[in-house]
Each structure stands twice: as structure tokens, then as C-alpha cells.
């Protein structure tokens, strides 16, 4: 290859690098263009240069690689690290007419043997393997036998020690560097903050490398994060109400609970399964391999599922349990919308979930650095849970990108802005409680206690420790139950509260004595109304509503029963091969045939995502399916209006208290 003009001097590649990949863009893909800084990089790479690219998931990561796969003489060997997904991988790009093949744990002697044939011969365009084959001296030897045009290094955060998917194996993978120097190298992954960021980069030996950054911006994600009450109806509600019969993730902390949830959801209609580490491997490649190949099913997992998913249709990702970090929340809701359609981001979240993340966190394995950290962690997405700004603004910035705008219109705390409202002399009520138990008793207590303490309940506990004769109790009759564990769960994430101990245990924090000496005023946002029915609006918290599952709102309505049309003969092509029915074709794609209504292979070769060698292959069945099945006036199904604003009632003055030595001496403002 020529560095300066960057003529590329493999495989039919005659011309300058953008121009040939442009070519395979179209002949393979079926893309007219590139989008954001794809061309950009593919130059890049396909010139001999390194690449370290930050690209959110569904932004096109996999064509910054497969391009300059093609284009440079030689096979691309990809890294991994999911092996169960390679057989996924290799089936799309086969139906593209690539030459590709993966090397391993699952393959028999002989699939092995046949796989390395092709590779030494320069039979393949593109080959997959795990990083863990890397280790291997065997697997070294034979590509040094062979012919390697690019190395790939996908989800790369699984460098990083303080990345959510820390993968050892990925240590190893600077010997790619060290023994084929000429060999350009990418690094790929969805999520890394500048700490990360920076990790990847040395820990793979790619001091030289250009960094390419897209936007963090998933515009058709919308974010939601409701009070969790009753998760599991919540959830059900939510599955039922806006995402009937659609492909999704549920993300869950424990094992147990995807069981449980999992259970629950097919016992009230909705096909799921579980998925996590301690199901033997067949049983996880079993669930894996139906949540790929069946539409509209839910898998419900821990954060083992995932990583590496392809599946374009995924129409909403789920928490019933909080994330340990930012990063881990911004990965695994980027398994939703892949296809660019509109997709939901949808959690649960409650003090419980606050308490229990900080236990984990001070009883888990680590030294004090890895704790410290991995609270750092936690705050960010508390504050990502509490904040009464822009949640997409704030996930930008986490990422340090400046949001375009200061609000999306595409998130709940957009589309139904909180309500704040001053909670300095409650919060002043609820330290000082803190800080009575301790002084006076010597006791430290978790937020059922002193919740219990401030709205006056004599529960047998209060009596056993006699905390109904002390100067706080009753103090807090002006709120409810839900709403001080809401208080609770708020200063927790402003740091003005800690957990401690096996317990869970409330204590203060050096910032506490600012709000208890009044040099700091408390903002808090209200909490919404406890649901009360299984409307949209209360069970789910709001957004869309009901949705029928009739085609996309984008489809003129004479084209929705030629595309239920074209699904239907994609379901029956993917059953017959055996592969998941986003190989035949994306939605996007059979939307685009259905509006435009092609009569000729000239015509339908102009649709987008038409590579030549499906055109050859299922071109001729599309024009059938369009010839027998002429646009019908099938009316689309009205979606459900959207839920009105949600208010609470306002509640009645609460009898004044007062406390002069940590200053709330006046009235509580009225709290809805």
C-alpha cells in the first residue's frame, strides 16, 4: 500500500481507499453512503492505520471493520467476546455474499481443521475469534502462516479494569501489535468515559492510534426511570401497554430474580426466558439462540446477556434493579433501537435498590481503591436517577460530550417535567433523627426505623427501644411513607446521607452538618403519585402509552399490509435457513420495499440495505410477495392518546415542629 496516496494494492482494490470502500459499501451492503464518521475511519484503517473508535451501539461499529476487511488484501480476523453470537455474525455476512468463518470452543477437530484450511488458502474475507484463543501459541502460529489484513478488537472497554465488562484475556491482545507491526489495528466499543478511554489505549499498545469519537446520542431511545412500587406489575404493565409482542431485554441483579420475573411475565401472557451464569451453557445458547431467531421474545437476564447482541428489533430494554454505573445503564440500553426505530429505556428504581448497591459495594472483594471507585460509580447514577434536568443532557455530559440542547423532548423528565420543591427543613428533620439516635442512644438504624420515628408509629420496634420518647418522634406526620423514603433515597444521592454496614444502616456525612448549620438549602423533586390503577399513565409512569402492534407510525397506511406481507415471507426464508430473520432482511428495509412498491429488479436493487448478492438471492420472492399482495386501505390502529401530566393531591398543613439546635423552626412548605 501506498501511506501517501493510500492506493490500496489487495484484492481488486485499483483505486484510491474511500473510492474502493464506497464500491464494496453498495455492491455488499447495499448503502449508497456512509453515515457520521464512517468514511473517516474505513480510510483510515484500509491506509494502515490504527483506529481506537467510540461509537454508540447501532452506529455502524461493524462496517468501520468489515470494509477495510474486504477492501485490504488478506482476512480480517476479529476478536470477540461472545462466542455464543459468532455463528449470528458469520450467517449475516454469508447472506452478504462474505467469505466468513469462526475458530471455537463449540467446533469439533474438523471444523477447526476445515475453518484453518480456508484461512492459510485466503478463503476467507473475515474471521472471528475469542480473545481467549489469542493466549493460545497455536492460534499465533497460524496466523502468522497466513495472511492478516486487519485485526479488529470489538467491546473493547473489556480492557479496562474499571470497565463494567472487564475481561482478562483482553490483556493479552498487545502481542497482535508486537508480532504483526504492519497489520493495522481497530479498537471498537459502544461505551468508555476519558478514564476508559485512555485504558483501552494503552493496555492494547496503541500509542499511534487516531481516536475517532461519534456522539453518545441515542435520539430514539427514550429514557424512563419510574419510583419502583410492585416492579413485577410494573413491569408487566409496561411490557403490555406499550411493547405488546415486541423483542426486548430485562435486566436484572440476581439470578433468583430472573427466574422469578421471567416465570411471572409467561404466566400472564408475555414469552420470556431466563438467562444467567448459573444455567448450564446449552440452556443459555438455547435461550440466546430463540431470542435471536423468534420475534417478540423477552429475555430476561443478568448483565451476563448481551454483549455483542446484533439483534436490530430489540424495542425496549428494561431495569427492575439499578446498574452499578453509568456506563453499565448506557450499554445495556443500547441494546434497544438498533434499527434506529423508536425504542424505550425503561427502570425501576427505589431506596432499596440504593441501600443494597451500597452493601455490595462495602462487602464485596477489592481494595479500598476499587470501593471508592465503584461508589464514584454509583453516585453518577444515582444522580442520573434523581436529576430533575435532561436525562439524555446528562448522559452526554457523564461521557463529556455537550448536549446539542439543553432538553431532548425525548425523555420522561422532558416529556413530564418533575416538580421540585424545598426540602431543607425535612431534610433537617431526618438527619437530625439520625443524629438523636446516635448521640442519645447510641444506636444507628436503617430508613424503615427512622421513617417509622418521624411519622410516629409505635410499632413494637419504636417501643422495644423506647424511640417514641425521643425529641423527633412524630415530627414528620406531613409526609407519607413513600414520600420520606423518597427524602431518603434523595440524600443518598446528594451525598447527604451514607449506608453503612451489613445492615444498611443510616449515618451522616461531612456534608450533612451543612444542611443541619442552615449553610445549605435542599431541593428536592416531588414524588409522583402511587399508581392506583393499570392505566398507562400510573402503572408504567407515563410516555407513549398503548401502541398496537400494527406496522410503524412512518408507513403510509396503504403500505402496512404489503409489509406484514414481506414479514410474514421473511419469517418463513429465516425458518427455512435456519437463521434469525434480521439476516433476510431489517425492518427498515422491508418498510422501504412497501412504500416504494418496486415492479422490477432494477428497481427493488435501488432499496436501501440491497446488497447485490440478496438482490440475486431473494429478489425475484420479494417481487412475488409485491405482485400478490396489492396496498389495502387496512386502517392502522389509532394509538392510545398520551396520558395527561400526572399531579398529587395536596395534603393537609402538618401541625408545626421545631428543633433549635438544628434549625427547622418553621413551617414546612406544603408538599403534594
Same mark, same amino acid.
Given at each position: 500500500?501506498?501511506?501517501?496516496?493510500?492506493?490500496?494494492?489487495?484484492?481488486?482494490?485499483?483505486?484510491?481507499?474511500?473510492?474502493?470502500?464506497?464500491?464494496?459499501?453498495?455492491?455488499?451492503?447495499?448503502?449508497?453512503?456512509?453515515?457520521?464518521?464512517?468514511?473517516?475511519?474505513?480510510?483510515?484503517?484500509?491506509?494502515?492505520?490504527?483506529?481506537?473508535?467510540?461509537?454508540?451501539?447501532?452506529?455502524?461499529?461493524?462496517?468501520?471493520?468489515?470494509?477495510?476487511?474486504?477492501?485490504?488484501?488478506?482476512?480480517?480476523?476479529?476478536?470477540?467476546?461472545?462466542?455464543?453470537?459468532?455463528?449470528?455474525?458469520?450467517?449475516?455476512?454469508?447472506?452478504?455474499?462474505?467469505?466468513?468463518?469462526?475458530?471455537?470452543?463449540?467446533?469439533?477437530?474438523?471444523?477447526?481443521?476445515?475453518?484453518?484450511?480456508?484461512?492459510?488458502?485466503?478463503?476467507?474475507?473475515?474471521?472471528?475469534?475469542?480473545?481467549?484463543?489469542?493466549?493460545?501459541?497455536?492460534?499465533?502460529?497460524?496466523?502468522?502462516?497466513?495472511?492478516?489484513?486487519?485485526?479488529?478488537?470489538?467491546?473493547?472497554?473489556?480492557?479496562?479494569?474499571?470497565?463494567?465488562?472487564?475481561?482478562?484475556?483482553?490483556?493479552?491482545?498487545?502481542?497482535?501489535?508486537?508480532?504483526?507491526?504492519?497489520?493495522?489495528?481497530?479498537?471498537?466499543?459502544?461505551?468508555?468515559?476519558?478514564?476508559?478511554?485512555?485504558?483501552?489505549?494503552?493496555?492494547?499498545?496503541?500509542?499511534?492510534?487516531?481516536?475517532?469519537?461519534?456522539?453518545?446520542?441515542?435520539?430514539?431511545?427514550?429514557?424512563?426511570?419510574?419510583?419502583?412500587?410492585?416492579? &413485577?406489575?410494573?413491569?408487566?404493565?409496561?411490557?403490555?401497554?406499550?411493547?405488546?409482542?415486541?423483542?426486548?431485554?430485562?435486566?436484572?441483579?440476581?439470578?433468583?430474580?430472573?427466574?422469578?420475573?421471567?416465570?411471572?411475565?409467561?404466566?400472564?401472557?408475555?414469552?420470556?426466558?431466563?438467562?444467567?451464569?448459573?444455567?448450564?451453557?446449552?440452556?443459555?445458547?438455547?435461550?440466546?439462540?430463540?431470542?435471536?431467531?423468534?420475534?417478540?421474545?423477552?429475555?430476561?437476564?443478568?448483565?451476563?446477556?448481551?454483549?455483542?447482541?446484533? &439483534?436490530?428489533?430489540?424495542?425496549?430494554?428494561?431495569?427492575?434493579?439499578?446498574? &452499578?454505573?453509568?456506563?453499565?445503564?448506557?450499554?445495556?440500553?443500547?441494546?434497544?433501537?438498533?434499527?434506529?426505530?423508536?425504542?424505550?429505556?425503561?427502570?425501576?428504581?427505589?431506596?432499596?435498590?440504593?441501600?443494597?448497591?451500597?452493601?455490595?459495594?462495602?462487602?464485596?472483594?477489592?481494595?479500598?481503591?476499587?470501593?471508592?471507585?465503584?461508589?464514584?460509580?454509583?453516585?453518577?447514577?444515582?444522580?442520573?436517577?434523581?436529576?430533575?434536568?435532561?436525562?439524555?443532557?446528562?448522559?452526554?455530559?457523564?461521557?463529556?460530550?455537550?448536549?446539542?440542547?439543553?432538553?431532548?423532548?425525548?425523555?420522561?423528565?422532558?416529556?413530564?417535567?418533575?416538580?421540585?420543591?424545598?426540602?431543607?427543613?425535612?431534610?433537617?428533620?431526618?438527619?437530625?433523627?439520625?443524629?438523636?439516635?446516635?448521640?442519645?442512644?447510641?444506636?444507628?438504624?436503617?430508613?424503615?426505623?427512622?421513617?417509622?420515628?418521624?411519622?410516629?408509629?409505635?410499632?413494637?420496634?419504636?417501643?422495644?427501644?423506647?424511640?417514641?420518647?425521643?425529641?423527633?418522634?412524630?415530627?414528620?406526620?406531613?409526609?407519607?411513607?413513600?414520600?420520606?423514603?423518597?427524602?431518603?433515597?434523595?440524600?443518598?444521592?446528594?451525598?447527604?446521607?451514607?449506608?453503612?454496614?451489613?445492615?444498611?444502616?443510616?449515618?451522616?456525612?461531612?456534608?450533612?452538618?451543612?444542611?443541619?448549620?442552615?449553610?445549605?438549602?435542599?431541593?428536592?423533586?416531588?414524588?409522583?403519585?402511587?399508581?392506583?390503577?393499570?392505566?398507562?399513565?400510573?402503572?408504567?409512569?407515563?410516555?407513549?402509552?398503548?401502541?398496537?402492534?400494527?406496522?410503524?407510525?412512518?408507513?403510509?397506511?396503504?403500505?402496512?399490509?404489503?409489509?406484514?406481507?414481506?414479514?410474514?415471507?421473511?419469517?418463513?426464508?429465516?425458518?427455512?435457513?435456519?437463521?434469525?430473520?434480521?439476516?433476510?432482511?431489517?425492518?427498515?428495509?422491508?418498510?422501504?420495499?412497501?412504500?416504494?412498491?418496486?415492479?422490477?429488479?432494477?428497481?427493488?436493487?435501488?432499496?436501501?440495505?440491497?446488497?447485490?448478492? &440478496?438482490?440475486?438471492?431473494?429478489?425475484?420472492?420479494?417481487?412475488?410477495?409485491?405482485?400478490?399482495?396489492?396496498?389495502?386501505?387496512?386502517?392502522?390502529?389509532?394509538?392510545?392518546?398520551?396520558?395527561?401530566?400526572?399531579?398529587?393531591?395536596?395534603?393537609?398543613?402538618?401541625?408545626?415542629?421545631?428543633?433549635?439546635?438544628?434549625?427547622?423552626?418553621?413551617?414546612?412548605?406544603?408538599?403534594?
Amino acid at each position: 500500500m501506498d501511506e501517501t496516496t493510500g492506493t490500496v494494492t489487495g484484492t481488486g482494490a485499483d483505486t484510491g481507499g474511500e473510492s474502493e470502500a464506497r464500491r464494496t459499501l453498495h455492491r455488499v451492503f447495499g448503502y449508497e453512503s456512509f453515515r457520521g464518521e464512517q468514511g473517516a475511519i474505513i480510510e483510515h484503517v484500509v491506509a494502515g492505520g490504527d483506529a481506537v473508535v467510540l461509537m454508540p451501539t447501532g452506529g455502524g461499529k461493524s462496517l468501520c471493520y468489515q470494509i477495510p476487511s474486504l477492501v485490504r488484501r488478506g482476512t480480517g480476523v476479529v476478536v470477540s467476546p461472545l462466542i455464543a453470537l459468532m455463528q449470528d455474525q458469520v450467517d449475516a455476512l454469508r447472506a452478504l455474499g462474505v467469505r466468513a468463518g469462526f475458530m471455537n470452543s463449540t467446533q469439533d477437530f474438523d471444523e477447526r481443521r476445515s475453518m484453518e484450511a480456508q484461512f492459510l488458502a485466503g478463503e476467507l474475507d473475515i474471521l472471528y475469534l475469542a480473545p481467549e484463543r489469542l493466549r493460545l501459541d497455536s492460534t499465533l502460529s497460524l496466523l502468522a502462516r497466513g495472511e492478516v489484513s486487519v485485526f479488529a478488537i470489538d467491546e473493547a472497554h473489556c480492557v479496562a479494569q474499571w470497565g463494567h465488562d472487564f475481561r482478562p484475556d483482553y490483556l493479552a491482545l498487545s502481542v497482535l501489535g508486537e508480532r504483526w507491526p504492519d497489520v493495522p489495528r481497530i479498537a471498537l466499543t459502544a461505551t468508555a468515559t476519558n478514564t476508559t478511554h485512555e485504558e483501552i489505549t494503552r493496555r492494547l499498545g496503541m500509542p499511534d492510534a487516531k481516536h475517532f469519537v461519534a456522539s453518545f446520542d441515542r435520539p430514539n431511545i427514550q429514557y424512563r426511570i419510574v419510583p419502583k412500587t410492585e416492579p &413485577k406489575k410494573q413491569l408487566l404493565s409496561f411490557l403490555k401497554e406499550e411493547h405488546a409482542g415486541d423483542a426486548g431485554i430485562v435486566y436484572c441483579l440476581s439470578r433468583n430474580s430472573t427466574e422469578k420475573i421471567a416465570e411471572y411475565l409467561s404466566r400472564n401472557g408475555v414469552e420470556a426466558v431466563p438467562y444467567h451464569a448459573g444455567l448450564d451453557a446449552s440452556t443459555r445458547a438455547a435461550h440466546q439462540a430463540r431470542f435471536l431467531r423468534v420475534e417478540g421474545l423477552v429475555v430476561v437476564a443478568t448483565i451476563a446477556f448481551g454483549m455483542g447482541i446484533d &439483534k436490530p428489533d430489540v424495542r425496549f430494554v428494561a431495569h427492575v434493579d439499578l446498574p &452499578k454505573s453509568v456506563e453499565g445503564y448506557y450499554q445495556e440500553t443500547g441494546r434497544a433501537g438498533r434499527d434506529g426505530e423508536p425504542s424505550t429505556a425503561w427502570m425501576a428504581y427505589g431506596l432499596q435498590d440504593v441501600v443494597q448497591q451500597r452493601k455490595l459495594i462495602q462487602g464485596g472483594e477489592g481494595d479500598e481503591a476499587f470501593r471508592r471507585r465503584a461508589a464514584s460509580h454509583l453516585d453518577s447514577m444515582l444522580a442520573l436517577c434523581e436529576t430533575v434536568q435532561c436525562r439524555r443532557a446528562q448522559l452526554l455530559t457523564y461521557f463529556g460530550q455537550e448536549p446539542t440542547a439543553p432538553a431532548c423532548g425525548n425523555c420522561d423528565t422532558c416529556l413530564t417535567p418533575p416538580e421540585t420543591w424545598d426540602g431543607t427543613i425535612v431534610a433537617q428533620k431526618l438527619l437530625s433523627t439520625v443524629v438523636r439516635l446516635k448521640r442519645e442512644r447510641n444506636q444507628k438504624f436503617g430508613a424503615g426505623q427512622i421513617i417509622d420515628i418521624l411519622l410516629g408509629r409505635k410499632t413494637a420496634k419504636v417501643i422495644q427501644f423506647d424511640h417514641d420518647q425521643l425529641s423527633v418522634f412524630g415530627i414528620g406526620e406531613e409526609l407519607a411513607e413513600a414520600e420520606w423514603r423518597g427524602v431518603v433515597r434523595q440524600l443518598l444521592a446528594q451525598g447527604l446521607l451514607a449506608v453503612e454496614g451489613e445492615y444498611g444502616t443510616l449515618v451522616l456525612t461531612d456534608e450533612s452538618a451543612t444542611v443541619l448549620g442552615r449553610e445549605r438549602d435542599v431541593l428536592l423533586r416531588k414524588e409522583p403519585k402511587r399508581p392506583t390503577s393499570r392505566s398507562s399513565s400510573s402503572s408504567s409512569g407515563g410516555g407513549r402509552g398503548a401502541k398496537a402492534k400494527a406496522a410503524p407510525a412512518d408507513l403510509p397506511e396503504s403500505a402496512v399490509p404489503v409489509f406484514e406481507a414481506l414479514r410474514a415471507w421473511r419469517g418463513a426464508q429465516a425458518k427455512e435457513q435456519g437463521v434469525p430473520a434480521y439476516v433476510i432482511f431489517h425492518d427498515a428495509t422491508l418498510r422501504e420495499i412497501a412504500t416504494v412498491h418496486p415492479t422490477t429488479i432494477g428497481e427493488l436493487g435501488g432499496i436501501s440495505g440491497l446488497g447485490e448478492k &440478496k438482490l440475486a438471492t431473494y429478489g425475484e420472492g420479494v417481487l412475488e410477495v409485491l405482485a400478490e399482495t396489492s396496498p389495502g386501505a387496512a386502517p392502522e390502529a389509532p394509538a392510545a392518546p398520551s396520558p395527561a401530566p400526572r399531579t398529587a393531591p395536596a395534603r393537609a398543613a402538618a401541625p408545626q415542629h421545631s428543633d433549635p439546635e438544628f434549625g427547622w423552626d418553621e413551617e414546612p412548605p406544603e408538599y403534594e
